[in-house]
């Protein structure tokens, strides 16, 4: 096992060696590029130890913001034929060339953590960034909130592609149409740690339809082959939007729209209950079915400041059949596999973000497990895209950002 001092010298280094000027990419090949979610955990590591550089690479993101609000999911700074697909398949527009959805927006979150460790020094970035984070959130509000529920248009835009939560929701995308093309992706990892190729087929098929519509986002909400509500979409949403109105109060703003998008958002939570699960459930619009599945999104309802006693019991039976963290999707769940990207694996990443609920809901026994947990699973595995929930053994992309960011911020803290 590698010590603390090590890691946390390495974990800069990854950081620093996956800066490419004003973004940072989340690992040196898979993913040439800036992804959104991705680039805001980075941020948060790098203010461990460069504050101004963190604030810098939330600017960036925030520069490709489109007209209409929404965050892009990536931006291609600079075209890379390593990443498939490109900007040339997504045509989101822009300069540089984006992509056509945004992901889980924990902008908000992060930045208020950061702001409120240096306010002098985050002063003059947050007055800039929180009118951009505003028209974001209300972009989410207008195109991806469905009778108050968050929903996500593609599994991309959850940022957990391959989860069991989308099952449903896949099996009615035809991806039979999407022609030849060649994925990257099982060019630089283990294809058995990737999306099987009937999943891209469909992603595919998504994007094909969104990029039909010229990304008109009221059409691919209500048009697009595929519509579910996500749960962890929502609770991170309404978790931002509580964190955006305190930076605005801070900031001596009228916070009182926020306050009432954070409102509605909360008084939909009872409505993405499955009785039958006992939790927190993905609902498919399209065809009416719960997924049916004990996922990441109950889990980080603590974000949320939501809290449901009859889900607490079935939550900490699924973590206590693993060792190293919170896993992706149910271990007792048919078509587990803790190898195989969000359906099984533990991720540093969503780990830190579960703790943030823990620790807002005074939860700190589990707060202090995971937070072990997680460290052991860096240590065994190193900075790896995510791990092997039941012996930490290291999965996906190496030399991660977010995995090294999740180091600094909070697993390697003691
Ligand atoms: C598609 C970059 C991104 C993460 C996502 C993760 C994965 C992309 C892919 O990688 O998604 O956006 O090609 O697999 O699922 O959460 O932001 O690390």
Not at 21 to 36: E, F, I, K, S
Not at 239 to 266: H, P, Y
């Amino acid at each position: 096992m590698t010590m603390t001092v090590e890691l946390d010298a390495r974990a800069k280094e990854i950081l620093r060696g996956n800066d490419r000027g004003g973004y940072t990419v989340p690992t040196h090949g898979l993913y040439p590029y800036q992804w959104n979610w991705d680039s805001v955990f980075s941020a948060w590591g790098f203010s461990t130890f460069d504050l101004p550089r963190a604030w810098v690479e939330i600017e960036t993101l925030f520069a490709s913001q489109k007209a209409d609000g929404m965050v892009p999911h990536i931006i291609f700074h600079q075209v890379d034929p390593g990443y498939f697909p490109g900007p040339d398949v997504w045509q989101g527009g822009g300069e540089p060339p984006t992509s056509g959805i945004s992901q889980p927006p924990v902008a908000a979150i992060l930045a208020r953590l950061m702001w409120e460790g240096d306010r002098d020094a985050g002063r003059a970035a947050i007055t800039a960034l929180y009118p951009k984070m505003v028209a974001w959130h209300r972009w989410w509000m207008e195109h991806r909130v469905v009778d108050g529920v968050a929903v996500v248009t593609h599994p991309w835009e959850s940022g957990r592609d391959n989860c069991p939560d989308w099952d449903h929701g896949m099996a009615g995308v035809d991806g039979s149409n999407v022609g030849e093309y060649h994925r990257r992706d099982t060019g630089h990892v283990d294809a058995d740690m990737r999306p099987k190729k009937i999943d891209y087929d469909r992603y595919l098929a998504i994007v094909y339809a969104g990029r039909s519509m010229g990304w008109d986002q009221a059409r691919v909400l209500a048009e697009g082959p595929f519509l579910m509500t996500d749960p962890a979409v929502h609770f991170i949403l309404l978790r931002a939007m509580d964190d955006l109105a305190a930076i605005g109060r801070d900031l001596g703003q009228d916070v009182a729209e926020v306050e009432g998008w954070a409102e509605t958002l909360r008084a939909a939570v009872p409505d993405m209950w499955n009785p039958d699960l006992g939790a927190y459930d993905a609902y498919d619009l399209k065809s009416g079915q719960w997924a049916n599945n004990l996922g990441t999104g109950a889990w980080l309802s603590y974000l949320a400041g939501v809290e449901n006693a009859a889900m607490d019991a079935r939550l900490t039976k699924a973590w206590d059949k693993v060792r190293y963290g919170i896993p992706s999707a149910d271990p007792e769940g048919a078509t587990f596999n803790p190898k195989r990207y969000w359906r099984g694996p533990s991720w540093a990443v969503m780990n830190a973000l579960i703790a943030l609920g823990f620790q807002r809901m005074g939860h700190e026994a589990w707060d202090a497990r995971l937070r072990r947990e997680t460290a052991d699973m860096i240590r065994i595995g190193g900075f790896a895209e995510y791990h092997d929930p039941l012996d930490g053994s290291p999965c996906g992309g190496a030399n991660f950002s977010w995995t090294a960011a999740i180091w600094l911020t909070w697993a390697g803290r003691d």
